[in-house]
């Protein structure tokens, strides 16, 4: 396969990935606002099975702290593909180290390392809810994304290194 067919698979890949995450997020968001506003026993089946119904009868304030971490985890997540389908708009592959690829490369390095922190600080507020007899059952990947924005930025250097290098040959010819 060419390069070119690659990153078009890729885009169609991240596209359908972007749509998901959008419609996972404003499913969460409207299935909290249900269980919150007009229906306590939509608690039960949030969304894909997820269950908090315990935690909202034990404390509302943490079932709102809870549910809070996973919208803003999960529309994190969509924003970070988001950036993703912009450099695939952006990208030249005769000039692929632009500043505009650069800065979204940065921003995505710092949206994955954003995505980490919140998913570790939800991975403690849930050990210190467990502390206090509150089981939370969610797997938050914090580790994960920690990992990925350090390679992000690793990337993020590389392209900005390679963006001074081509400006350095495009004014020496």
């Keep these: 396969m060419k390069t070119t067919q690659i990153l078009g698979l890729m885009k169609v890949i991240s596209w359908i990935i972007f749509i998901g995450l959008c419609i996972q997020t404003g499913a969460i968001i409207i299935s909290f606002s249900i269980s919150l506003f007009i229906n306590p026993g939509a608690a039960q089946s949030l969304y894909m099975g997820l269950d908090l119904s315990k935690l909202y009868e034990s404390n509302i304030g943490y079932f709102i702290n809870i549910m809070s971490f996973i919208i803003v985890l999960s529309g994190l997540k969509a924003y970070l593909f988001y950036l993703v389908l912009k450099i695939f708009s952006k990208i030249n592959l005769d000039h692929p180290f632009s500043p505009q690829t650069v800065s979204l490369v940065a921003k995505i390095s710092h949206i994955a390392l954003g995505i980490g922190i919140v998913a570790v600080?939800?991975?403690?507020?849930?050990?210190?809810?467990?502390n206090r007899g509150?089981?939370?059952?969610?797997?938050?990947?914090?580790?994960?994304?920690?990992?990925?924005?350090?390679?992000?930025?690793?990337?993020?250097?590389?392209?900005?290194?390679?963006?001074?290098?081509?400006?350095?040959?495009?004014?020496?010819?």
């Design 121 to 130: 600080l939800a991975q403690n507020y849930s050990k210190w809810l467990l």
């Design 134 to 173: 509150v089981l939370v059952e969610q797997n938050w990947e914090g580790t994960d994304f920690l990992f990925l924005a350090g390679i992000i930025f690793i990337i993020g250097l590389v392209f900005r290194r390679g963006m001074e290098i081509q400006h350095e040959n495009e004014l020496t010819i």
